[in-house]
């Protein structure tokens, strides 16, 4: 299985690293043509989808990061301890017992 996989991904990788790197980062047109060449505001742009793409994936990581420290510490793993039940009967008591003082 390991070797079946590995012969299909090899020419798979060499594909993708022998394109172009204009090809691999198109975007749309409307960003590739609002801005101008040297403009600061094509670094503030860019900058501002990165920030947009990375907070998601930050917030996924810390819930799964804080997932993975609970269940170490074994705060999510503990479970209470099994009582066996028997199978014959408790006697129930008759009544209210008198204590004296």
Sequence with gaps: MHTRLSRLLAPLLALLATRPGGALAQGCAMCGSSFAE?????????ASVLFLLVAPYAIF???????????????????APV???????VPVPDGPKEVSP
């Design 61 to 79: 990581c810390a819930a799964a990061g804080c997932i993975v420290v609970l269940y170490r510490r074994g705060m999510l793993g503990r479970r």
């Design 38 to 46: 040297n403009d600061p505001t094509t670094r503030a742009f860019s």
């Design 83 to 89: 009582i066996p039940l028997s199978s014959r009967h």
